[in-house]
């Protein structure tokens, strides 16, 4: 069975950050086929600056190799003043004029259902820096105000369940583009 590497990314950088736990549960509930980590440099990146995209700092190098090397990319966004987060927008403004982002296939998380400004401002920005936003893995749920625990989430139906659910569509797709690059 072919395995796909998949990296995660949380636009939050508080302790307890349910979009970080949204992460490790999908780790937790995924199909054996995707091999997720969580990448957690985002708050080492510096402010977005063009004048320093020619000799990036270590951390962005990172970033970016991290992402090269996964075959799909889940951001799990919170909504910060119905926006997203400054911390996941800066972490965006360094992929814009990276290659190795066009096309990538993007699964967006989003861990609050009142909490869809930030998400339509995100499929807008992924939109314009030509990801491939695959609609299917994309998931909204219930986390926040939630009583769970979180391994209690984990095994939810209203949590761990789309979750799951959402990265069998991720897999789906990845087979489907590898198919297609096999065949083309
Ligand atoms: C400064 C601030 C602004 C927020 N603004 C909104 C908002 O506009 N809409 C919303 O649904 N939640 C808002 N929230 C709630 C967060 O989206 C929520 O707490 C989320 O879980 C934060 O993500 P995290 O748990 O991964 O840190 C806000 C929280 C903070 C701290």
Redesign the pocket.
Known sequence: MRTYRISGV???L?K??????ALRIASRVAPSELQLSVFSGLGALPLFNPDFEGSPSAAVTEFKQTLDHADALII?S??????ISGVLKNALDWLVSHEGFVNKPVAVFN??P??H??IDALNEVLKTMSANVVKPACCTVP??GSTLEENQMSSSEVIGLPLREALEALAEALRELRDRKSSG
């Open positions: 949380a636009g939050s508080r307890e950050s349910l979009n970080r736990m799990a919170p909504e910060y003043a119905h926006g861990t609050a009142r909490s400004h930030a986390m926040l």
